[in-house]
Antibody
Framework: EVQLVESGGGLIQPGGSLRLSCAAS????????MSWVRQAPGKGLEWVSV???????YYADSVKGRFTISRDNSKNTLYLQMNSLRAEDTAVYYC?????????WGQGTLVTVSS | QSVLTQPPSVSGAPGQRVTISCTGS?????????VHWYQQLPGTAPKLLIY???NRPSGVPDRFSGSKSGTSASLAITGLQAEDEADYYC????????????FGGGTKLTVL
C-alpha cells in the first residue's frame, strides 16, 4: 500500500527556514515524479515544486530561489527546504506521488509563518 | 487566479445529479493531458476520485464519473448524498515548466 507521511511543519518567523520531510512506503521515491503542493487557509491547491525520476527539478515562480526540493534514495524520503519564509507561505504542505493510476497524497503538514 | 476554471459552488438535493465543469486551454487539457478529480472534506487531504479523465480508483462509488472533451472536463455525481458535501478540485498538467501541475480553484458542493 502506498503511504506518504509528511513532517517538519510548525511556527516560524518571517525570514526563517524550515525543512519538510515526506517519508514514503509502498513504492520507490526515486522512480516516481514527486511534487509538493500547498493549500493556504481557506484557499485552493497550489503546486509548489516537482522532482522527476531523472532528477530534474522545477519550482513555482512564487517560491523559486527560496525553496529546494530533494530526495534521499537510501531513506526513500522527499524533502522541501524552505528559506526566506514569508507570511504568504503559510499553508498546509502536501507531498504527492504522480502515477499512471492518479496521484497519491500525504496527510499534510502545517507551516505557519508569523512573528 | 487558477489556471483551470471551475464554478465556485454548485448545489443539489439528495438523489439529484450535479455536474462540475473544469475549463482549461490548449497548453493543458487541450494538449491532451489527463485530468484528475479530487474530493476534499474539511481538514483532510484531497482524496482521488477520478484519474485519467474517467477512471475510478477502487473504492470510489460508480455514482462519480468523469469525462473530457477538447479543453474542458467534467465531473458528474448522481444519486447525491449528504456525505458528498465537500470541495472538489480538478487537476491537469501543463506544457509550461514553471507550472507543470495546474489546478482548478475548487467547487463547493452543497447538498440541500
Amino acid at each position: 500500500e502506498v503511504q506518504l507521511v509528511e513532517s517538519g511543519g510548525g511556527l516560524i518567523q518571517p525570514g526563517g527556514s524550515l525543512r519538510l520531510s515526506c517519508a514514503a512506503s509502498g513504492f520507490t521515491v526515486s522512480s516516481n515524479y514527486m511534487s509538493w503542493v500547498r493549500q493556504a487557509p481557506g484557499k485552493g491547491l497550489e503546486w509548489v515544486s516537482v522532482i522527476y525520476s531523472g532528477g530534474s527539478t522545477y519550482y513555482a515562480d512564487s517560491v523559486k530561489g527560496r525553496f529546494t526540493i530533494s530526495r534521499d534514495n537510501s531513506k526513500n524520503t522527499l524533502y522541501l527546504q524552505m528559506n526566506s519564509l514569508r507570511a504568504e507561505d503559510t499553508a498546509v504542505y502536501y507531498c504527492a506521488r504522480d502515477s499512471a493510476r492518479g496521484v497519491n497524497w500525504g496527510q499534510g503538514t502545517l507551516v505557519t509563518v508569523s512573528s | 487566479q487558477s489556471v483551470l476554471t471551475q464554478p465556485p459552488s454548485v448545489s443539489g438535493a439528495p438523489g439529484q445529479r450535479v455536474t462540475i465543469s473544469c475549463t482549461g486551454s490548449s497548453s493543458n487539457i487541450g494538449a491532451g493531458y489527463d485530468v484528475h478529480w479530487y474530493q476534499q472534506l474539511p481538514g483532510t487531504a484531497p482524496k482521488l476520485l477520478i484519474y485519467g479523465n474517467s477512471n475510478r480508483p477502487s473504492g470510489v462509488p460508480d455514482r462519480f464519473s468523469g469525462s473530457k472533451s477538447g479543453t474542458s472536463a467534467s465531473l458528474a455525481i448522481t444519486g447525491l448524498q449528504a456525505e458528498d458535501e465537500a470541495d472538489y478540485y480538478c487537476q491537469s498538467y501543463d506544457s509550461s515548466l514553471s507550472a507543470p501541475w495546474v489546478f482548478g480553484g475548487g467547487t463547493k458542493l452543497t447538498v440541500l
